[in-house]
């Protein structure tokens, strides 16, 4: 395997100038890579005043450290800049196999900045980078978009693109992997970052592999790694992500009906089960990945086969809406999909614009005629295409709840449900009340992916955190759980600079093997503990560079909602997360002042001192 320096490619479309610079390994031991290097990049960079849709703000793709080599799920690539959606940062991991690609042209990340004159999009191999006319592609989606370029470049070829959503500035729109499997950079809006720099796609194609230092030890390791990650996520297999529909309605996970409900009959009609009894093709998985949750699913529409909505969307457009239909919800979700849109934030936007109508606030002229009441699965397809084209009621919808509810008044920001801007995944924190403080100390706002700790608070053991089968936490307290938190805080930092899935965590894949991985690619010698303290070094940047934007602990908060109001059924009830305990008891840990800022002895600890 061919030894390449670590480099990455500067990009200046204004200029439509390319030039590549060398990065010192000294930066990878200190930030590693993915968001971890880009966070440093990014922070270096910052101008507060400046608006993310300006063409000076930096566009970053950056793929993990371990991205492209054999380290099982190792595929992950991190996109990275100042959130349109949330005006802080933002990083949107996304697998497939477009981040192992871009390694395999020889490097690490793409810094873009500027704004071309006219539509281009990138074409990146180890021998060539060009800035190309994509005249021929702008106001395509991305799965025409991706056949398009296939057909001239060749089927091997790795896309990242834009649908019509990101073309139009749509706050949020997500940037497409691997169309038509589709992994998305869904939240935070940075397709509307790609749009804004007339970017339609990058391609990637390469034939170089990343140098592993000790390889036969390495592939001796995986064989029994791979098997064992097979063993503990075999439902994941099986039946995706969906398959724990059922599962969380019934621990009081599930929201429903925009977070007002706690029980849900629909549930049993939407579930992954079902998906795979009755539209199920086959199973695919990202680059490296041992467990394979995609699916592909049949329709009755062209192009008859597309990719299987996960939990996230199923959730969103189904429970969430009290839509039970679940012909509607696939048909969204690859709308969605083909246009470069959130169905996190596009659910939550939908179930607040029912729930505004049900109240008066709001009414059928006001989206021309379409009814929004609950359940309507075709007023939710409807508003799909409005909003990637930005155009009638869709304008409102792809701001985003917050910009909405500031709109409307009405005391609507009560059922507004984000945290910073960002809306908030489909986990309940009156479920697992760790999720509570995630959710509002999440870098990029309203999350489950900074922190996952409802993994654990469901039971799941992680020896290696303190986290064994006979001392698990209770999901309905506040005991513990800023220590839980920070913990995989610093964990899950981790892993986005390195590139693995955080399904890895179902597969109680612990930081001693995590590292152990690390050093026999690297040929370093670091500790389970000095992995960790680079994560949480990771955390307070992140944190600081939100600083730096006026983040403080005002903003450390969850809807009004989900503190006030118990589910009044099911094994979450009467639940209500203690937010404020929990968060002094998080900043003296993290070593942060009384308003949520890192104090310049925490920050010096972790070899921060310049920031």
């Not at 608006?51 to 990275?80: E, I, Q, R």
């Not at 007339?198 to 030890?217: C, F, Q, R, S, W």
């Not at 560079?545 to 983040?551: A, E």
Request: proline letters at 4%; hydrophobic letters at 40%; one cysteine or more.
């Amino acid at each position: 395997m061919s030894d390449i320096p670590r480099r990455i490619i500067n990009v200046d479309l204004t200029k439509n100038t390319i030039s590549i610079q060398k990065l010192d390994e000294n930066i990878f031991k200190n930030y590693l890579g993915g968001s971890g290097l880009a966070a440093k990049l990014l922070y270096d960079k910052l101008q507060p005043n400046l608006s993310p849709l300006h063409p000076d703000n930096p566009l970053l793709f950056f793929s993990g450290l371990l991205t492209g080599t054999p380290v099982p799920t190792a595929s992950k690539l991190s996109v990275c800049a100042k959130s349109p959606l949330t005006g802080i940062w933002n990083e949107s991991t996304v697998g497939g196999k477009w981040g192992a690609e871009l390694k395999f042209c020889g490097y690490e990340g793409i810094i873009v900045i500027g704004k071309a004159e006219k539509p281009v999009y990138l074409y990146i191999t180890p021998e060539e980078i060009k800035i190309k006319d994509a005249k021929e592609i702008w106001g395509q989606d991305t799965y025409n978009t991706s056949q398009n370029l296939k057909e001239n470049h060749g089927s091997e070829i790795k896309i990242a693109s834009i649908g019509q959503a990101g073309e139009n500035l749509v706050n949020i729109s997500s940037i497409v992997i691997d169309a038509f499997h589709y992994r998305l950079a869904g939240r935070g809006g940075l397709g509307a970052v790609m749009g804004s720099k007339n970017l339609k796609a990058i391609v990637v194609e390469g034939n170089l592999k990343p140098t592993i230092k000790n390889a036969l030890t390495l592939k001796e390791i995986l064989k029994a790694d791979r098997q064992n990650i097979r063993h503990y996520t075999e439902g994941l297999h099986q039946l995706g992500t969906a398959g724990s529909v059922e599962a969380r309605e019934y621990t009081g996970d599930l929201p429903i009906k925009n977070f007002a409900w706690s029980r849900w009959q629909g549930a049993s009609k939407v579930t992954g089960e079902v998906i795979v009894d009755t539209l199920f093709k086959k199973h695919y998985a990202c680059f490296a990945c041992p467990i394979a949750c995609g699916k592909e699913v049949k329709i009755k529409i062209p192009p008859f086969v597309v990719h299987g909505p996960e939990y996230e969307t199923v959730a969103a457009l189904g429970s969430l809406c009290l839509n039970d239909n679940l012909d509607s919800i696939v048909e969204a979700n690859d709308l969605c999909n083909r246009y470069g849109i959130d169905t996190i934030s596009f659910g939550i936007s939908i179930a607040f614009v029912m729930e505004a109508c049900e109240k008066g606030f709001l009414n059928q002229k006001d989206f021309e005629g379409i009814n929004l009441e609950w359940g309507n699965s075709q007023a939710i397809i409807n508003l799909v295409h409005q909003v990637a084209k930005n155009e009638g009621p869709g304008k409102l919808l792809g701001q985003g709840v917050r910009l909405f509810s500031k709109k409307i008044g009405k005391n609507s920001e009560e059922f507004a449900i984000h945290v910073k801007g960002l809306e908030l995944p489909l986990h309940d924190p009156r479920a697992y009340t760790g999720m509570a403080l995630s959710y509002a100390t999440a870098n990029r706002g309203g999350c489950h992916l900074e922190s996952l700790s409802y993994a654990i608070e469901s039971g799941i053991p992680l020896e290696d955190l303190g986290y064994g089968e006979d001392n698990m936490l209770d999901p309905h307290t506040s005991v513990g759980k800023a220590e839980l938190v920070i913990k995989l805080q610093n964990y899950m930092n981790v892993f986005n600079a390195l590139g693995l899935c955080k399904f890895l965590l179902f597969g109680r894949i612990g930081p001693t093997k995590v590292t152990e991985w690390l050093n026999h690619v690297t040929g370093w010698n670091l500790t389970p503990a000095e992995l960790l303290t680079i994560g949480e070094r990771l955390h307070n940047l992140k944190r600081m560079y939100n600083v730096r934007l006026g983040i403080n602990r005002k903003d450390d908060i969850l809807p009004p909602r989900l503190l006030h109001l118990a589910r009044n059924d099911g094994m979450a009830a009467g639940v209500l997360p203690e937010l404020e305990k929990m968060l002094e008891e998080y900043y003296c840990l993290r070593g942060w002042n009384e308003n949520g800022v890192p104090t310049e002895e925490k920050l010096k600890e972790l070899g921060l001192k310049d920031i």
